[in-house]
């Protein structure tokens, strides 16, 4: 059964550090998501794409965090500087159509650590 | 503002029992829901969805969900609770136009006891 890979599944960073996150969404997926999940919450949006354009990116803090998507396939998220408070769970889901009800599925995450 | 709750943090049922998980959502117009599993460490995966049409959907694992209008709430049900259902259940919205908001519930935490 296809899944969504994301890598690393673990990162510690020291805060001010850059760090980047990997995501290869299951094949044909066009809409990719970026979430953020903070211990005991459940996950927030951070950045939507549908293929290689970002459809929703309003909840993305842009001072420090970037998010591309440039073949349409595989995303890289990237925090720089890294702060305390990005301590979370990094997940990322995809789904097979457009920005809609499709089902969204997520990959293992990856879990950061900014000490 | 769109929200979804899910009033209860923690929920601990002994095997075999029935289970019910509560969520209310606020929004203007009927969303598409959802209930997510997460086992501990792990990304989420799909249990039932409700778009529309018949008001109890059927989903994986023996789950069901009912969606209520009148009470704007999609509570998740399983009649009898094996000891791997333990995990963190979170309900979700898909809203706004075209229904691609995302808004998830702060999830609730399932205990099991032997």
């Known amino acids: 059964e296809a899944e969504v890979a994301q890598s690393p599944r673990y990162k510690i960073t020291e805060k001010s550090q850059a760090v980047a996150f990997w995501c290869d969404p299951i094949s044909g997926h066009a809409t990719l998501y970026w979430y953020r999940q903070i211990l005991g919450q459940g996950p927030e949006l951070l950045v939507q794409f549908q293929d290689e354009s970002v459809v929703d990116d309003s909840q993305l803090p842009k001072d420090r965090f970037s998010a591309e998507r440039l073949k349409g396939v595989d995303s890289t998220l990237k925090i720089q500087p890294a702060e305390l408070g990005d301590s979370a769970m990094y997940l990322c889901?995809?789904?097979?159509?457009?920005?809609?009800?499709?089902?969204?599925?997520f990959g293992p995450g990856t879990r950061l650590t900014v000490l | 503002a769109q929200s979804v709750t899910q009033p209860d943090i923690h929920i601990t049922v002994s095997e075999g029992a029935s289970l019910e998980l509560r969520c209310n959502y606020s929004?203007?117009?009927?969303?598409?829901l959802f209930w997510y599993v997460q086992s501990p460490g792990q990304g989420l995966q799909l249990l039932l969805k409700?778009?529309?049409?018949?008001?109890l959907v059927q989903g994986i694992k023996g789950f069901e969900a009912e969606f209520k209008r009148s009470q704007s709430s999609f509570n998740l049900r399983k009649p009898s609770v094996h000891w791997s259902d333990a995990a963190e259940y979170f309900c979700a919205v898909g809203a706004g136009y075209n229904f691609n908001k995302f808004y998830f519930g702060s999830g609730t935490k399932l205990n099991v006891k032997p």
């Open positions: 409700y778009f529309s049409g018949d008001t």
């Open positions: 929004y203007g117009a009927t969303p598409y």
């Open positions: 889901a995809s789904s097979l159509e457009g920005p809609g009800a499709d089902t969204q599925y």
